[in-house]
């Protein structure tokens, strides 16, 4: 497994920025597919954006598809969420998640290595 650490959530205003940062340590960055979901309170995780080993594939869940970008610099071992034009609904605790083996799985089974989560919170 790789430990995950994430950062840079906050407290932001509708139609605002932020960027959250998820970074690893333990084993080679670049062996493990990235993911990123959320949950809100009262309601299961959900799937909102994924990146390759590599960097090459991403994939998005539709709700935030156009706003938000995924990133990572393996020199770094960090991956990035970059999330522009936020709205309330997009309030919750944010996780980065690590697999080994499938790039894009939009389930939280496969991903062995998660963060402790960063919560975001956007205002009205």
């Known amino acids: 497994q790789v430990q995950l650490v994430e950062s840079g959530g906050g407290l932001v205003q509708a139609g605002g920025s932020q960027r959250l940062s998820c970074t690893a340590s333990?084993?080679?960055?670049?062996?493990?597919?990235m993911g990123w979901f959320r949950q809100a309170p009262g309601k299961e995780r959900e799937f909102v954006a994924a990146?390759?080993?590599?960097?090459?594939?991403?994939t998005y869940a539709d709700f935030v598809k156009g706003r938000f970008t995924i990133s990572r610099d393996n020199a770094k071992n960090t991956g990035y969420l970059q999330m522009n034009s936020l709205k309330p609904e997009d309030t919750a605790v944010y996780y980065c998640?690590?697999?080994?083996?499938?790039?894009?799985?939009?389930?939280?089974?496969?991903?062995?290595?998660w963060g402790q989560g960063t919560q975001v919170t956007v205002s009205s």
């Open positions: 998640a690590a697999d080994p083996t499938r790039f894009g799985g939009r389930d939280t089974q496969g991903y062995d290595s």
């Open positions: 333990g084993r080679t960055f670049n062996n493990y597919h």
């Open positions: 990146i390759s080993g590599s960097g090459v594939r991403k």
